[in-house]
């Protein structure tokens, strides 16, 4: 069931301004957590001040739970908002600044330490009341952000990169609370980020945005595997994406292979193919990387140059006829250095194709 | 690396400058305890006469509340006028700013007496307007800008989504403002309205110009003395002065300190 609606949004910032928003329609269900994920500048928090209140859109509406909120201010929409600079008021103790809101609401005091010694419990800050805002770490400060907008009971939780300031070494388990916290609420939230281990590890379902539109709406699994998108494939991990170019091509009966430049053999499954294909990637822990020629197509002759171990896994950079090609390889493998010729095969099925 | 001879230099320097600035204002100040009627160098002797002559001279004492008076209006005025001007500018996509903001500067770059005079011909001789209200108003304008500068820099400072915060948990801008942001830019007011205070107390210029009549501001009442008298009453006056302006920079610094280490 849909709950929070944005319907072709378009938004600017003043009259004559270039347009952020360039509609922008997304659905999120009750109790769903919907990542708003793009490089900066995409109009992700943008598109998070319209949802709040903040930015009135110059056409389109927001819905929540069916009923057009656009003409409410922020101030009556009972949205929650985390900040990415946690924006907690410096002057006040956690509980005031927790109590803020409810305080606004002229909810009786009794009430009201109950409420907050609820949210402060289920954010784990308890007996941390009384400290100011400059006392706490960047951690605990997102809790009591977090505490601070749960605690008003919100229809619809909004984090604008809430993890920006954390050390990235804390950051997965955070994230993982953080999802627990949201999912045990059943509260819709749209998270917006630029980092994709946070969309993957938080979301439900995944927006991918570019310049004011939205490229790609899925859930992290299907956006891993079938990228619709030259840009959504590349922030998602398929680090080699490449224009194609349709010379020397030979016909078979369920492939097509293209042979650009001498020993570069693209091998594509037809049944994948359209007339307006323009763009082919893979991920690099999908290509095999060997010193032996392989007796046929499809392989990419090319020589090393950077071999990086990082872990679990190492990376390689090969220089080909067509560009650059990155490849992870498990680590462990010693007799392909940087300046050797390699070749680089694949699993046909494997091969993403891109129209744009 | 530095030489023995090096460092020696060093300190002689630091000393010599140190005593070139504070010896000008040592020396006068001293006489304020001479015995001696004249204004002269090394004092005689030891007495508090010339503070209790201070009092007895009604100029000063006039002087003394007309300054004052006119000092904390200016500066409360100019301190209230710049909160909501300040918190428009930077908050809002305001065309123009940077030369609104030049404007704003102004008073501090025009050669005061020039200012004195424009605002002479201005507020007394177009607009009919003469003694304290003519006073007050060429104050407001003078301290204005260095009000201006401190709300200024502690509006900048406060970061615009705290406020977003409280309006998102249901605060009007109204009350945003005045529960979040005043709360944190208080000392920075404070800060505006000192430094507001002592830049009013101080011209001399504006004073001069705009105080026709019987009106006169405590320094133009020292000018008028030292042109009919010349003995240490003078001394000691500025002696209480010194430690009047010092007491208010010491607090000004306190709280500017507080604002910035935010």
């Known amino acids: 069931m849909v709950y929070l609606q944005l319907e072709n949004i378009w938004a600017r910032y003043s009259r004559r301004g270039p347009y952020v ?4 329609n997304i659905n999120v269900k009750r109790g769903e957590i919907l990542a708003l994920l793009g490089p900066s500048g995409c109009g992700k928090s943008t598109t998070l001040k319209v949802i709040a209140g903040f930015v009135t859109p110059t056409k389109g509406r927001v819905l929540i739970d069916g009923k057009d909120v656009t003409p409410i201010p922020p101030n009556r929409r009972n949205i929650g908002i985390v900040f990415q600079s946690y924006a907690l008021f410096p002057h006040m103790t956690v509980f005031q600044n927790v109590a803020y809101g409810l305080t606004l609401r ?7 330490r109950r409420k907050v010694k609820e949210v402060l419990e289920l954010v784990g800050l308890s007996g941390l009341e009384n400290k100011y805002p400059r006392e706490l770490s960047g951690g605990q400060q997102q809790r009591v952000a977090l505490a601070r907008a749960l605690a008003i009971e919100p229809k619809i939780m909004l984090l604008d990169e809430p993890m920006s300031n954390i050390d990235p070494i804390l950051r997965s388990r955070l994230r993982s609370d953080l999802k627990g916290i949201l999912k045990k609420l059943n509260i819709t939230t749209v998270y917006v980020t630029h980092d994709r281990d946070d969309a993957f590890e938080i979301a439900d379902r995944i927006a991918i945005m570019k310049d004011g539109v939205i490229e790609q709406v899925d859930t992290p699994e299907r956006l891993f595997n079938k990228p619709k998108t030259r840009f959504v494939a590349e922030f998602v991990g398929v ?5 194609l170019e349709f010379k020397n091509v030979e016909e078979t009966d369920d492939h097509l292979v293209v042979n650009p430049a001498s020993e570069v053999y693209i091998v594509l499954p037809k049944h994948k193919l359209s007339k307006d294909i323009l763009y082919f990637g893979i991920r690099p822990e999908k290509l095999i990387i060997s010193i032996k020629k392989p007796e046929k197509p499809p392989y990419i002759k090319g020589r090393v140059v950077v071999k990086a171990f990082k872990g679990v896994i190492s990376r390689f950079v090969v220089e080909t006829a067509i560009g650059n090609m990155v490849v992870h390889t498990p680590s462990g493998i010693r007799n392909i250095n940087v300046g050797d010729v390699v070749y680089l095969s694949y699993n046909i099925d494997d091969i993403l194709l891109f129209s744009r | 690396m530095m030489t023995t001879l090096g460092k020696i230099l060093m300190r002689a320097a ?13 020396m006068p100040l ?5 015995e001696s009627e004249a204004i002269a160098f090394p004092p005689k002797g030891f007495t508090l006469k010339w503070f209790y002559n201070v009092f007895e001279y009604e100029s000063f004492v006039e002087g003394f509340k007309l300054s ?3 000092a904390l209006l200016a500066s409360l005025i100019a301190t209230l006028l710049n909160v909501p001007v300040s918190y428009i500018l930077t908050r809002f996509n305001v065309p123009y700013r940077k030369v609104i903001e030049r404007v704003f500067d102004l008073p501090i770059l025009v050669p005061q007496i020039v200012l004195s005079f424009a605002l002479l011909i ?16 060429g104050h407001i304008i003078i301290v204005y800008p260095y009000a201006m500068r401190t709300v200024y820099a502690g509006l900048s400072n406060f970061n615009p989504e705290i406020e977003d915060a409280a309006v998102s948990l249901g605060a009007s801008r109204l009350r945003a403002f005045f529960q979040i942001v005043v709360p944190n830019i208080k000392e920075s007011v404070l800060g505006a309205f000192i430094s507001s205070f002592m830049i009013s107390f101080n011209a001399v210029a504006i004073s001069l110009f705009l105080g026709v009549g019987n009106v006169f501001t405590l320094p133009v009442a020292m000018l008028n003395f030292l042109v009919m008298k010349w003995d240490p009453t003078i001394s000691a006056l500025s002696f209480m002065l010194v430690i009047f302006t010092l007491t208010l920079s010491y607090l000004s610094e306190k709280f500017i300190g507080l604002a910035g280490g935010r």
Request: hydrophobic fraction near 65%.
């Open chain 2, 68 to 70: 004052t008076t006119i």
């Open chain 2, 14 to 26: 630091l000393i010599v400058v140190l005593l070139w600035l504070l010896f000008p204002i040592v």
């Open chain 1, 21 to 24: 928003l360039k509609g922008i």
């Open chain 2, 30 to 34: 001293s006489i304020a305890f001479s």
């Open chain 2, 122 to 137: 201005f507020i007394v001789k177009l607009m009919h307007i003469t003694s304290f209200v003519a006073l007050l108003i």
């Open chain 1, 106 to 112: 002229r909810m009786p005091f009794s009430e009201i």
């Open chain 1, 239 to 243: 680090e080699n994406t490449f224009k």
